[in-house]
């Protein structure tokens, strides 16, 4: 069984801050690990995946995450904050094995402050 | 990739009413899955839908109130049954193909 928390419902940041948003996951078997967001009354889009290639992944949008195993963490991260990365943020995770549904955290809404 | 057509895209029905939501998937796959999205909150998975077996439902999730068809291996359908304002949701149908995850647009439900 997969799982995943995102620590921190809301977080604010300054434009031109560095964003740090929180995922810790769960997986009895290796995991995909996934983040999206969603744009105010928008469907979901892919920032970024880790799927056991390089432990850090680039995404769109200036946004990376990085895999840490040994923290069971996917954290994702952009050096600068810009107005128009507010909007909902989930992580999801899934086994690699394949056929198994995306689990989702709860989603972590960030807000840019000019 | 996949391409994943969902319809319809939105909704507004009476309560008491039932609204069939349907997924065609453009290839062939063994599973789909339909998710609820509830204003404000994350996604929540309602159901995985094999073909030729009956849909595994989650905890919280039962087949009289949201009935699934899986007739083939690229189409689906969610139905929501004897609807409330509680229902009142976005619902998407998924497919995986490792490593990727695809979605449908989403249908946006009101009940009213």
């Known amino acids: 069984a997969q799982s995943v928390t995102q620590l921190g419902s809301h977080v604010s940041v300054s434009e031109g801050a560095l964003v740090l948003l929180r995922c810790n996951y769960s997986s009895s078997v290796p995991p995909y690990l996934f983040w999206y967001v969603q744009y105010p009354n928008q469907g979901l889009q892919l920032l970024l995946k880790?799927?056991?290639?390089?432990?850090l992944v680039k995404g769109i949008n200036g946004f990376e995450a990085e895999f840490k195993k040994s923290e069971t963490s996917f954290h994702l991260t952009k050096p600068s904050a810009h107005m128009s990365d507010a909007a909902e943020y989930f992580c999801a995770v899934t086994g690699i094995l394949g056929n198994t549904p995306l689990v989702f955290g709860k989603g972590t809404r960030l807000s840019v402050i000019a | 990739s996949a391409v994943i057509s969902q319809k319809p895209s939105r909704d507004i029905c009476q309560r008491g009413t039932s609204l069939t939501i349907q997924c065609q998937v453009d290839?062939?796959?063994?599973?789909m899955f339909w998710y609820r999205q509830q204003p404000g909150q994350s996604l929540t998975l309602i159901a995985t839908a094999n073909q030729g077996s009956e849909a595994t439902y989650e905890s919280g999730f039962v087949i009289d109130k949201f009935p699934i068809s899986r007739p083939n291996l690229t189409f689906s359908t969610l139905t929501v049954s004897n609807m409330s304002p509680e229902d009142s949701s976005i619902y998407l149908c998924s497919v995986v193909r490792n490593p990727e995850a695809f979605f449908g647009q989403g249908t946006r439900l009101t009940v009213v």
């Open positions: 880790y799927t056991s290639a390089a432990t």
């Open positions: 290839s062939q796959v063994t599973m």
